[in-house]
């Protein structure tokens, strides 16, 4: 089957998401998924760094319904933004994931040890330390909106901040893209009654790791993005792994000998938000 969605190898999709400009899909205002996947994206433009980068996306937010202020958070290391729309009384909590050139970021995903913490089993040490030190003020946030329904949403690191999030005050959904492993059993135990989307991009090594040797396991359900953009349903495990090798042979003769303009492997490629939101355009 000849891939017909649109896809992106390049180094720049993957390390600067935020680089070109944004215009936000107006099918976003009537899906969720594709909504979560859009702002996941979005959240990589660097709010903090200037008052017109704020007002743009407040611009794009105001496009698809989100006419309030969001309200933007930077602490710790951690970046997130809760937008509302007032008409569908609908709020989302959106995570930056981690960006190549924050130092913070680095040291988060490297603190792979468990940790214990306020909820239930136990959880990745860097992922839990930087959401603490803004917790407070994200959970003010959400306790005073008068939104009717609450979804939290981020992609690679911001997947699995979105992801401890929901395990200390529960959203009506969670949609996660290129999530890592975030906890233990126990933790993944407590976790069952979250309705949560999880969205793996084929060869995307993110959501390998830390690995389930390190007693780490991933909760929701997945929701697997097929080599040819496609959403799988139903796909067994060796269906998986057949089509990510595939994948992998197809993007080292297609694209990576394309240097230094694309991605060396597949697994880095297919963790660019761009590519889920192809999928999720196409398909939703």
């Known amino acids: 089957m000849s891939r017909t969605i649109p896809y ?19 099918r976003a205002a009537r899906n969720e998924a594709l909504l979560c996947a859009e702002l996941s994206r ?8 200037s008052e017109s980068m704020q007002q743009e996306i407040m611009s794009q937010l105001a496009g698809i319904g989100f006419s309030h202020p969001p309200q933007f958070f ?8 809760f937008a509302v729309d007032p008409n569908k009384q609908i709020g989302v909590l959106v995570y930056r994931g981690t960006q190549s050139n924050d130092w913070k970021d680095i040291i988060a995903n490297l603190k792979a040890a468990h940790a214990s913490w306020d909820g239930s089993g136990c959880v990745h040490n860097g992922f839990a330390n ?6 407070a003020d994200i959970q003010a946030a959400l306790d005073a909106s008068s939104a009717n329904r609450i979804l939290y949403t981020g992609h690679s690191l911001g997947a699995a901040l979105a992801t401890l999030s929901a395990a200390l005050r529960r959203p009506d959904a969670l949609y996660t893209f290129g ?22 991009d084929c060869c995307d090594g993110v959501p390998t790791v830390p690995p ?30 057949s ?18 303009a ?23």
């Open 74 to 81: 930077d602490k710790n290391g951690l970046q997130a933004c």
């Open 243 to 260: 089509d990510q090798r595939e994948a992998e042979k197809q993007f080292a003769l297609q694209y990576a000998l394309q240097q230094p």
């Open 179 to 200: 999530s890592p492993r975030v906890g233990d059993a126990e933790f993944a135990a407590s976790m069952t009654d979250v309705m949560h989307e999880r969205y793996v």
């Open 262 to 284: 694309n991605a060396l492997l597949r697994s880095a490629a297919d963790h660019a938000p761009v590519n889920y939101i192809h999928a999720l355009r196409t398909l939703r």
């Open 8 to 26: 992106d190898p390049t180094r720049r999709a993957l390390y600067k998401p935020c680089a070109d400009a944004i215009s936000l899909d107006p």
């Open 42 to 49: 979005l959240i990589y433009c660097p709010f903090e760094q």
């Open 130 to 135: 930087m959401l603490k030190g803004a917790w």
């Open 212 to 241: 389930a040797s390190w007693s780490y396991e991933h909760v929701g359900e997945l929701k697997y993005i097929d080599q040819n953009g496609m959403l799988g349903t139903a796909i067994s495990p060796a269906d998986i792994e």
